[in-house]
């Protein structure tokens, strides 16, 4: 993965959150295996998605008003021109060398592909999404979280939170993937899914929230798909990416592979029990994503639609 070292960044959406307690407080995603006394996969399941899936589809407006996820109203709250995390952050070049300054360059890129084939494929513009990095614990409009829940969307603020430490704690320490740069766009790219599933009123159609055919898992594996859109964008050079290699694609699908509901299952010490997937196995996450990535269209993403997944 590499960055045009002379493309703008600056105006990546990222702010730093702060949050509870230094970094590497706070509430830690539990072990696999560790959940067994409780039951069930406990908080692991949840990981690199949706914290709100049941509280916020029909969630309070950032106005205050109530209203379902796909009619919030309002831009987002813009970038923190005071964050010194990011105050670097002006080039590609800085982006190549700093971790926080890629995570700047991606969100541009996002916003700039999603401003492009929203209106283009589905007739809506896109109101741009914030990105979040806390520590410990962060305030949303969905309600308190922990670093426990992993990377999170939303819908209520519109906004994506994520503690950096997730990848190498637990993505990589305790569900064994195999890391690399294109690990974090992989993720920020799904919760990025999320976000124009919202504006398109998607979250709406949820009902279901358990088992392999469920809107649950149609939901994630489409937010799948999205991040698979973006990607094969960004793969042929969007002005901020002047490559993005075979062994990027390999990172995303080694992450998607990883936080199958199969896999998690199988590390939490658990039989593969299908009737508890929220998510998808690891073998449809990964397919999904390669559907956006060689079809590149909204249409090609109906997992709703979708008599396999």
């Not at 949706?50 to 969630?59: I, N, R, S």
């Not at 819908?155 to 990848?167: E, G, K, N």
């Not at 939490?268 to 998510?279: A, I, K, L, Y």
Request: aromatic share 8%; net charge negative; hydrophobic share 35%.
């Amino acid at each position: 993965m590499r960055f045009n070292p002379k493309a703008n960044i600056s105006r990546g959406r990222v702010r730093d959150a702060g949050g509870g307690g230094g970094r590497g407080g706070g509430m830690r995603m539990p072990i696999p295996g560790g959940a067994r006394a409780g039951g069930g996969l406990g908080g692991i399941v949840i990981i690199v998605l949706f914290l709100v899936l049941t509280q916020c589809t029909e969630g309070a407006l950032p106005g205050g008003g109530t209203g379902s996820a796909g009619q919030v109203q309002g831009d987002p709250q813009g970038i923190d021109s005071g964050d010194e995390r990011y105050a670097n952050c002006r080039t590609g070049a800085d982006a190549q060398d700093d971790p926080d300054c890629a995570r700047m360059a991606v969100a541009l890129s996002l916003e700039q592909y999603w401003s492009s084939a929203l209106p283009d494929q589905a007739g809506t513009d896109l109101a741009p999404a914030v990105i979040n990095t806390f520590a410990g614990a962060v305030g949303t409009a969905c309600g308190q979280a922990s670093s426990q829940v992993g990377p999170f969307y939303c819908p209520a603020d519109q906004q994506i939170y994520l503690d950096t430490t997730f990848f190498a704690d637990v993505l990589e320490g305790q569900l064994g993937g195999q890391g690399g740069d294109f690990v974090e766009p992989y993720v920020l790219g799904h919760e990025y899914g999320h976000h124009i599933q919202n504006l398109l009123g998607t979250m709406g159609r949820v009902r279901t929230q358990q088992g392999p055919e469920s809107d649950a898992v149609r939901l994630e594996l489409q937010a799948d798909c999205y991040a698979g859109m973006w990607t094969r964008d960004a793969s042929d050079g969007d002005g901020i990416f002047v490559e993005l290699d075979e062994g990027d694609i390999a990172e995303a699908l080694d992450s998607a592979k990883a936080v199958g509901d199969d896999r998690i299952q199988q590390q939490s010490g658990q039989r593969v029990n299908p009737e508890g997937w929220t998510h998808g196995s690891s073998e449809q996450r990964m397919r999904w994503f390669m559907t956006g990535y060689e079809q590149g269209t909204l249409e090609a993403c109906d997992t709703f639609a979708a008599a396999r997944l």
